[in-house]
């Protein structure tokens, strides 16, 4: 492992690429989460579907290149919002190692959590209009399977139309219940991650900081991430994919209607994908971070 401190701006670079790489892989998955999140809603279709009935529609109705219907403002999104939650994690982390309360001392899971969910918000907060252009254009696809025309052609004019329709407040719809996800998201992957690596190094389970630590590591903090930010996964899907005209007034009535119409369950609806989605995202990011950083002389996570 290299020792130092490492360039806060090669470091960015290096997650920007790392998520880029992650999200192309991953995205058909996202988009088959997001598309069941949004069965029962007010929005779309009221009948039950499953990951592989909605997997069969968008193959039968939009062939292959329906997968990727809103990569491009998820790359633009990851190019924001990974940085800043991995470096500003980083950099948290090693203000409060260095201080003289914690003597250099480990940090416990519990402080990691907080630290890994105050960067998920602040990064969030910056990156939710690509996130919410993103759901608008995914959400699209299923008006164009049903003979319909779809809202937006492509970002820009998705980005134009919400800052023309819907004002500046617009471009940040849906931004409390996505600032909530993204804390439940990073409080379970960074600090699981973080910790999971290094216990597995430490018992010599993997055999030292290598893929199969990262692997394993990857694999733990998705399911923890997943458990945890479900629920606030589903409100917030549903509440950015609302237009001008919604029927939830806030992220609590959202809530409240779903659990009072779908039942409690369905918070947890598209968890299969979430996670199936979440582990592979986990496993190509930390691999290809870990092997970027390696590769550029920079120490491990």
């Not at 608008?136 to 820009?156: C, F, I, K």
């Amino acid at each position: 492992m290299v020792t130092g401190e490492a360039p806060t701006q090669k470091r960015i670079l290096l997650a920007s690429l790392s998520a880029m790489v992650a999200e192309s892989v991953t995205f058909p998955i996202d988009l088959t989460k997001t598309r069941m999140q949004l069965h029962g809603s007010a929005s779309a279709s009221t009948h039950r579907v499953g990951a592989i009935g909605v997997v069969s529609e968008i193959m039968r109705q939009e062939g292959m290149m329906g997968f990727y219907k809103g990569l491009s403002p998820a790359i633009i999104r990851h190019m924001f919002y990974t940085p800043i939650r991995i470096i500003g994690y980083e950099n948290l982390k090693g203000l409060i190692v260095r201080s003289e309360a914690n003597n250099g001392e480990s940090l416990p899971l519990a402080t990691k959590a907080l630290l890994g969910g105050i960067s998920g918000v602040i990064a969030q907060v910056v990156a939710s209009p690509a996130d919410l252009v993103k759901v608008r254009m995914q959400a699209d696809g299923r008006l164009v399977s049903q003979g319909l025309n779809p809202r937006y052609s492509g970002p820009v004019e998705a980005f134009t139309r919400i800052l023309q329709s819907e004002g500046v407040k617009g471009l940040w719809k849906g931004v409390v219940p996505n600032i909530q996800r993204a804390f439940l998201v990073n409080m379970g992957e960074l600090a699981c991650y973080d910790h999971a690596k290094h216990f597995v190094i430490e018992r010599k389970i993997s055999g030292g900081d290598n893929i199969y630590a990262h692997t394993l590591a990857s694999i733990m903090s998705g399911l923890a991430s997943t458990t945890l930010s479900c629920p606030a996964d589903v409100v917030k899907t549903r509440m950015m994919n609302q237009g001008e005209k919604g029927v939830y007034r806030n992220s609590y009535d959202c809530l409240v209607k779903t659990v009072r119409y779908e039942g409690v369950r369905a918070l947890w609806k598209g968890f299969l994908p979430t996670w199936g989605r979440l582990g592979p995202w986990q496993f190509v990011f930390w691999v290809s971070y870990e092997k970027f950083r390696q590769l550029a002389g920079l120490s491990s996570f």
